[in-house]
Structures are given as structure tokens and as C-alpha cells.
């Protein structure tokens, strides 16, 4: 497993990460505590060290299963946790000083620790972003030693450019994949001079870029691939990238003739993010230890070629990007 920096004092993370947001509930299929356990240590045997979850996932499910392991770890992991979207008090009253400081000092007993790696903002509204207060609060709780860093997850890349406004911003999570390509030509180099951590979500389009599914492909009603697959419950780009689901499926069908000899296609839509030397750390969920292994072995396959690069690219151009639903 290769590292790359997360921030300028030399801090580093692994170059794959576990995404947290499966272990925690049914929002991708059920994971039971010994199947999620052994997902976390996997991911750890295979060079893992950067854990990202989040306060509302399984409404702390997630974040005390990773307490639980955190015990039992061979080495230190660096886990990157949100709070903005917890149902108590839920949306506005989330954005006030004191339900600030409720939501880290939750996530530091259910995490076990006394100091958080780091916290997010996680999609807040775009107003909260622009109010700015809640970079106050968290500055705060960065004096007081409750967290050593603070970022925030975004829907948009506009969202993304409000918060690289503020000082002491530590990281951006993004939603960023071969069919959702716009950060690279609007916020990578900013992020980049700016010394910001970019942490990518849903690097395979929420599976799609498995090549695994069909257009009749079914899953459980409790996941959001099925209850929010238009948006009925989140931002809609939080589901299959944003596209509709059928013409998501056919696109990927069409991109397997382009896999490398000795990858799968999951393998190569992870390896086409790690191209990019802005990207920090990207973050595959995992619903069984087999896939945590084989999304971290993507650290040692090879570059992919220009070539290949560039036929992704004007595939994302010419099919794709005018079909990206929800804020982009």
C-alpha cells in the first residue's frame, strides 16, 4: 500500500481508504458487527489506515464498531469522521454552537478517543457554508483539543470553492469518478496550492462501475440504491453519481472492453481516480472483507495508460456529463 500526504507537517494516510458508511446500516444491504469487524481488519491487514465515517451512519453504529476495533488495532488508523446530519436535533438547530460541540463530543465516545483525527461538515445546506459560523465552532473545538483537524464533505464543486475560503481547512471530500470528472478542471489545482486534502467518495458510482449490475438488477428495499435512487431522500448524486440507474448500466457495459489485461473494471475505475496527484485518499465502501482486499490491492497495480485516460475522458464528455442530476 503506497501513502500520500494529508497535510504539509508530514502526516500521511494509505492511498485507499475504507469508506465506513456500509458497517454502519441497511443503506447498503445488512452487515452484521462480526462481518463488519472482519471488514475493518482486512482493510487494515492489507495496508488500510485511513477509516472515513460518520456520526448519522446507523446513527453511530458505524462509529462504535470502529471504536471497538480501535482497541484491538495493530497500528494507528486515522479516522475521519462528519456530524451535520444526525436527526437530534436535526436541520436547523444541527448548526448552532451547542449542538456543534453535542455531535463531536458523541463521536469522541463512541470512537473511544480524545481527539478526533478529524470531523466534516457533512453536506450541510450551502447557506450554513457561506454563514460561515460553523468553521468558528469548529476552530473552537480545534483550540480546546477535541479535534485535530476540520474539513467538509461536499455536494458541489461551488460548495467546495465557498469552503476553500477558510482558513485552517484541512480537507475536502468530493464525490469524484470516471463519470463525475469536473473536479478536475475545478478544484484540483486550487487544492493543491492550498495545501487541502481531497478525499474521494463513491470512486465506483455506488457500484455501477463494477460492471456488475443489470438494468433489472434489485436490491433491498432499506438501500438507498433503491429508496433514493431519484432523490427522494438525499441529494440524488449521492446515488449512481447522479445518473439514472438503466443508462448508468448501459454506459458501464460499455466501458468493459476497455479494462486492462490483469484488472477487474472496479479495479480499474479506482486506479483511474489514483492517477490524479491531487487525490489524497479515496474511500470504497465494502460489504464483505473479500472486496476490502481487493480495493486495497489497487495501490499496486500500474498506472493506467494516456491513452485510456483520454478515452474516458471524452466518454464522460460525450455520454455522461449532460446527464448528471443534483448539485455538480
Not at 445518473?243 to 475505475?269: N, R, W
Request: hydrophobic share 40%.
Amino acid at each position: 500500500m503506497k501513502n500520500r500526504l494529508f497535510e504539509a507537517n508530514g502526516t500521511s494516510v494509505s492511498e485507499v481508504g475504507l469508506g465506513c458508511w456500509q458497517i454502519g446500516g441497511a443503506d447498503w444491504g445488512d452487515v452484521d458487527d462480526e462481518e463488519a469487524l472482519d471488514i475493518l481488519r482486512t482493510s487494515v491487514a492489507s495496508g488500510v489506515t485511513f477509516f472515513d465515517t460518520a456520526d448519522v451512519y446507523g446513527l453511530g453504529r458505524s462509529e462504535s464498531l470502529i471504536g471497538r476495533y480501535l482497541k484491538e488495532a495493530p497500528e494507528t488508523i486515522f479516522v475521519a469522521t462528519k456530524l451535520g446530519r444526525f436527526p437530534d436535533p436535526g436541520w436547523p438547530e444541527n448548526f448552532t454552537r451547542d449542538a456543534v460541540r453535542k455531535h463531536t463530543e458523541a463521536s469522541l465516545t463512541r470512537l473511544g478517543v480524545d481527539t478526533l483525527d478529524l470531523t466534516q461538515l457533512h453536506c450541510i445546506p450551502p447557506a450554513e457554508l457561506e454563514r460561515g459560523n460553523v468553521f468558528e465552532w469548529l476552530r473552537e473545538l480545534q483550540q480546546e483539543g477535541k479535534i485535530l483537524r476540520f474539513g467538509a464533505s461536499v455536494e458541489s464543486m461551488d460548495e467546495a470553492l465557498v469552503c476553500l475560503k477558510q482558513d485552517g481547512l484541512a480537507s475536502l471530500q468530493i464525490i469524484f469518478n470516471i463519470f463525475r470528472q469536473k473536479p478536475i478542471h475545478t478544484l484540483f489545482t486550487e487544492a493543491q496550492e492550498k495545501g487541502v486534502a481531497l478525499i474521494i467518495r463513491l470512486p465506483l458510482a455506488s457500484g455501477l462501475l463494477s460492471g456488475k449490475y443489470k438494468k433489472d438488477t434489485q436490491f433491498a428495499a432499506t438501500d438507498h440504491r433503491t429508496y433514493n435512487r431519484n432523490g427522494e431522500a438525499f441529494n440524488v448524486g449521492e446515488t449512481f453519481a447522479g445518473l439514472p440507474f438503466e443508462l448508468g448500466v448501459e454506459i458501464a457495459d460499455s466501458l468493459k472492453p476497455l479494462v486492462p489485461h490483469g484488472m477487474t473494471m472496479a479495479q480499474m475505475a479506482l486506479r483511474w481516480c489514483l492517477d490524479f496527484p491531487a487525490v489524497t485518499t479515496i474511500i470504497p465502501g465494502a460489504s464483505h472483507p473479500a472486496m476490502a482486499k481487493a480495493n486495497a490491492s489497487v495501490s499496486d497495480l500500474p498506472r493506467l495508460s494516456g491513452g485510456l485516460h483520454d478515452t474516458l475522458r471524452e466518454i464522460y464528455e460525450e455520454k455522461v456529463a449532460g446527464l448528471i442530476r443534483g448539485p455538480y
